[in-house]
């Protein structure tokens, strides 16, 4: 079975576009998307009509779970007052354009995606979140010393999530009952805001098949793709509205 994961596209619909485009051509057997679909640019509809119409299993991001509930900002998310401020007119645009069908469809989105898989010789839960599985914002970087332990305390096998727009597969081993196990944990990066210095869109395939094994750690494939998109339409897009320009300069440059 061959899965696409993706996540954080924040409104950006050449990106979403192109991701399309791409995914089409990769013969995959299910999708999910991980979250954040708006905030940063100015198609938060166009780009949830677009998840709609494909009918798409989604989870909430934690752009999604604040705009649906029109919240103010949470200080405690930004570093600066410079990153407060930017950060204030993108909630406050998202608020305004928003339809109000497609914020009762964000209220809607559950928080986690839970999918159980029984192999010849293994079952093992796969977790879908968008931060993490205790905090829909925590980021979860590769250097994360918990890893294995939040992934324990969550029963999650396999761990997907967004958040970071930092592209990373993680294998790690737990050993019980003297048995030798591997976990994965894989951010899909982002589709629309990518900020690993890296400005093409990103998005994992997870292949699972039938001999799948925790006992084998390289019987898992996670593959990343990038893809390239009209980086200018976006960015342009930002600049002439009344969101940051620093925005657009993400999109080029990706960070």
């Known amino acids: 079975m061959k899965i696409a994961l993706f996540s954080d596209v924040h409104a950006n619909l050449p990106a979403l576009n192109a991701f399309f485009e791409s995914v089409d051509k990769q013969n995959i057997d299910a999708i999910y998307c991980l979250g954040d679909l708006v905030g940063y640019n100015i198609w938060p509809n166009e780009v949830i009509q677009a998840i709609k119409e494909r009918r798409i299993p989604t989870i909430a991001g934690n752009h999604d779970f604040n705009i649906a509930r029109m919240s103010t900002d949470n200080v405690a998310a930004y570093k600066t007052d410079k990153n407060l401020n930017k950060g204030s007119i993108s909630k406050a645009f998202t608020n305004e354009v928003l339809s109000l069908e497609n914020r009762k469809y964000l209220h809607t989105l559950p928080m986690h995606i839970n999918l159980e898989f029984q192999l010849k010789e293994s079952k093992f839960n796969l977790l879908l979140v968008h931060g993490s ?49 591997y976990k994965h944990a894989i951010n899909t990066g982002s589709v629309g805001k990518p900020k690993d210095n890296n400005n093409k869109g990103c998005y994992v395939i997870l292949d699972i098949n039938e001999n799948a094994s925790l006992l084998n750690k390289q019987s898992i494939k996670v593959e990343f793709i990038r893809f390239n998109y009209n980086i200018e339409k976006a960015a342009k897009a930002v600049e002439e509205s009344i969101l940051s320009n620093d925005f657009a300069e993400n999109l080029r440059y990706g960070y």
Do not use: Q, R, W
């Open 133 to 181: 599985p205790n905090k829909i914002d925590e980021y979860l970087f590769e250097e994360n010393e918990n890893m294995l332990s939040i992934m324990e305390n969550a029963n999650a096998d396999i761990l997907c999530f967004g958040h970071t727009h930092k592209p990373y597969h993680k294998v790690l081993s737990t050993k019980k009952s003297g048995e030798l196990k």
